[in-house]
Antibody, heavy 115, light 112 residues
Framework: EVQLVESGGGLVQPGGSLRLSCAAS????????MSWVRQAPGKGLEWLSY????????FYADSVKGRFTISRDNAKNSLYLQINSLRAEDTAVYYC????????WGQGTTVTVSS | DIVMTQTPLSLSVTPGQPASISCKSS???????????LHWFLQKPGQSPHLLIY???NRFSGVPDRFDVSGSGTDFTLKISRVEAEDVGVYYCLQTVEFPRSFGPGTKLEIK
């Protein structure tokens, strides 16, 4: 069964950092592009970042460029999102999804930015 | 950047009746490889989004054939031939023809 499991979310103060992880199983992770998408409470979906199978190229939404860093470890079948300088508006559920068409999504991990 | 719009933003449908959702892009989603990189997702209440249709008109695994898509270039329509109770949720279109990717605002489907 193809599965993506996010982790690493939590409550963090403004200005803090988090590293989100996405564990992949059931497919050949090393040949699949991956993306991060988030959803603020009661809002729609926002695409954040893309990473190719080889880790190059990488793309970001303008809203997170310079603060978010996507990476992957193909040996560990894992995708990561480093989030720095967190703001209240980063409060959201963060999803990882595979391939260009985002054909499989994880269950999401919740990030709450609050003092 | 490509801007995606959807109409209506909400609709209420009687079971067994058809439903239609429009998605428009500010630029053509037709790639030079001949594919149209427009995809549709459904997010059921309390769940993660899941893929319904990819590359304009291909139903993803397990998606019933009462879901269909028409359109080309910049104008697209998702049609549900006979709405069922399990179809409730928010429908999103997504373009992946270029970066940054962009979603439509979503269309909430409710059952009357």
């Amino acid at each position: 069964e193809v599965q993506l499991v996010e982790s690493g979310g939590g409550l963090v103060q403004p200005g803090g950092s988090l590293r989100l992880s996405c564990a992949a199983s059931g497919f050949v992770f090393s040949t699949s592009s991956m993306s991060w998408v988030r959803q603020a409470p009661g809002k729609g979906l926002e695409w954040l970042s893309y990473i190719s199978p080889s880790s190059s190229p990488i793309f970001y939404a303008d809203s997170v460029k310079g603060r978010f860093t996507i990476s992957r470890d193909n040996a560990k079948n894992s995708l990561y999102l480093q989030i720095n300088s967190l703001r209240a508006e980063d409060t959201a559920v963060y999803y990882c999804a595979k391939r260009g068409a985002l054909d499989v999504w994880g269950q999401g991990t919740t990030v709450t930015v609050s003092s | 950047d490509i801007v995606m719009t959807q109409t209506p933003l909400s609709l209420s449908v009687t079971p067994g009746q058809p439903a239609s959702i429009s998605c428009k892009s500010s630029q053509s989603l037709l790639h030079s490889d001949g594919k149209t990189y427009l995809h549709w997702f459904l997010q059921k209440p309390g769940q993660s989004p899941h893929l319904l249709i990819y590359e304009l008109s291909n139903r993803f695994s397990g998606v019933p054939d009462r879901f269909d898509v028409s359109g080309s270039g910049t104008d697209f329509t998702l049609k549900i031939s006979r709405v069922e109770a399990e179809d409730v949720g928010v429908y999103y279109c997504l373009q992946t023809v270029e970066f940054p990717r962009s979603f439509g605002p979503g269309t909430k489907l409710e059952i009357k």
